[in-house]
């Protein structure tokens, strides 16, 4: 397997002694944008959480460019689902980025030119720049991602966990988050994203991995993403809207 790669093994995390996500293994090449698909329960958000060090594991690991992963990394970005973010907390677009630096910097140490130079960099390519002083609270839902986003390219991150980023944007604003996901993936990224919306996969994703409490399949969409993996997956036939597109 190349090291260039995310690799989940035997991963299981239980809340009060239930498996959520149970003996999960598969891998994801680096500069790829992929789907975490499966019906509401299946453990998508804890499989994020999982890889960024949020949850405690069960059993298994996680392995980043062959290494094992222990807890929170710089390495790693999670975007929380939006409703779990305080949009009314005080602080500016230029305040959450810049909070992308406190990972790498140790206590003692001032904001260098470099943590400077890092946030205005990734605020200039999510097109924030402008926007800089005004509130979270005052954006509307395609920049508070991308707010998230450049918190991300701040922290210099490598693998961007999305939960669910496209849920509650308007058509513009899911466009422009596709085009911004383009160009970090082409940037060598790597994005995994939980998402709902069946009908903009084919579109939107290089590989999907497909969860219900365990793996169904994971793949590049041309292979995996089918009717018959979607049934198994969701467990009904209710694909037929998307017929036009998927492989028998
Ligand atoms: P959705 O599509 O609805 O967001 P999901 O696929 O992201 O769902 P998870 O949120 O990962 O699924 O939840 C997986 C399972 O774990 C569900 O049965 C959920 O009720 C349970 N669960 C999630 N978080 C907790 C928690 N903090 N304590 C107890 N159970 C939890």
Redesign the pocket.
Known sequence: MSHHSLEVRDLTVS??R?P??HHLDFSVPCGQSVAVL??????????LKAIAGLVDLESGGVLFHGKRMSGASQEFAYLP?REMVDWDFPTTVRGVVEMGRYLSLRWWKRFSTSDEAAVESALESMQLTPLQDRQISALSGGQQQRVFLARALAQEAHVLLL??PFTGLDQPSMESLREVLRTLRSQGKLLLI?H?DLSSVQDTFDRVIL?NGELIADGPVKETFTRQNLERTYGMRVFSGLSHGLPI
């Open positions: 809340y009060r239930i959520a996500i499966g019906p509401n329960g299946a453990g998508k958000s804890t499989l689902q939960d669910e939980s709902h969860l």
